[in-house]
């Protein structure tokens, strides 16, 4: 259990916590693989959210997931770039969080992802929580306490 004390002047960072889903580069489950790779090479983000209708939350893009589709056994092949969709590739098992002030459970994730979605409980996605961010919070944290 986090310390209450603690937890209390993490909290005081609380509103730079969510990146608001306005403010976060996506694509859509139905777009081309050609249009993907054009967003992913635009934004230079290494991983981005994937979302389906009505902005319910669906799975995560990298270069990787497309790149992966153009291997032949000696050249590239730009061929299924437009046959595939960003559907057909995205990875499905995320980790994701409903509670972005839930300092326990967002903590142990951020171990091992640089990023999570925040997701509602409708499916709805709503923004990402960064390592980024928290390394902030840590900064702060770390020149306020007093032992
Ligand atoms: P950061 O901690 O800011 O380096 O972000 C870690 C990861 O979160 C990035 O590599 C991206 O995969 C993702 N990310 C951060 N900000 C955005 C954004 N505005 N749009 C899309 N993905 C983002």
Redesign the pocket.
Known sequence: MIDPEINEILMQNKEHFV?PAS????VQADNSLTHAFLVLTK?R?????VLGADDQFEGLLSMPMITETMLGLEKLSFDKLDTLCVGDVMQTDVATIENPYDTEDVLHLLVDN??LPVVADTGEFTG?V????WMKTFNHLVHTVRG
């Open positions: 990146i403010r976060v580069a996506t934004v983000y290494s991983k981005i959210p640089p990023f990402i960064t390592r980024r961010e």
